[in-house]
């Protein structure tokens, strides 16, 4: 069955590090391929404070153009309300029975996600690849991933992963101050971020 990776985001916007992390655990991990899931209106976060959905989507097809092992999906940006990602999961499920789902983010969601809606929906449509990048101790990790694994049956996997010191925030600040994002997010993205004028505005 094909081992599909998942990221989702607001990708606010897409950047390097969400790339790297792609491949990384393409190669680390086995994965066929990874599906990148811009949120459309996330309840973790005001929308007045990020671009609006269909140009986040955008941004993020333009940046994994060219490698046919990564994929944009609109799955959540076609939804009206609030997007949850266990609803994602359930649809992916639905829409592509033959396929195994990994969900990938960063280690320190693991101490966040009982907070998510419905976790036990999340366990139950995918595995987790967490990514350790050095925020966290291993042992502290490790307990944790115990813990889920015995309240929620979790499938969680450890994955080391460099320690990038970069964030949409961070993009968003350069942008704003007039100060370039060559290198930190791809071309294309930077050049539709001149484009549209994103985040130049104090109200972003």
Sequence with gaps: ???????GGTFNPVHMGHLALAQ?????????????????????????DIVPKWDRYQMTSLAVAGNDRLRCLDVEVRREGRTYSYETLEL???????DNFY????????????????????FDGCSVIAAVRGETSREEME???????????????LMPFMNLELSS??????????RSVRYLVPEAVAAYIEEKGFYRDEDE
């Design 1 to 7: 069955m094909p081992k599909i990776g998942i990221m």
């Design 92 to 98: 992916l499920r639905e829409e592509y029975p033959e």
């Design 103 to 122: 969900f990938i983010f960063g280690a320190d969601c693991l101490f966040a996600i009982e907070t998510w809606r419905n976790p036990q929906r999340i």
């Design 24 to 48: 990384w655990a393409l190669e680390e991990e086995g994965l066929d391929q990874v599906w990148f899931i811009p949120t459309g209106c996330s309840y973790m976060k005001r929308e007045q």
């Design 143 to 157: 307990r944790k991933i115990e813990e889920l694994k015995d309240r929620y049956g979790a499938d969680i996997i």
């Design 169 to 178: 925030t961070h993009v968003r600040e350069l942008v704003k101050g007039g």
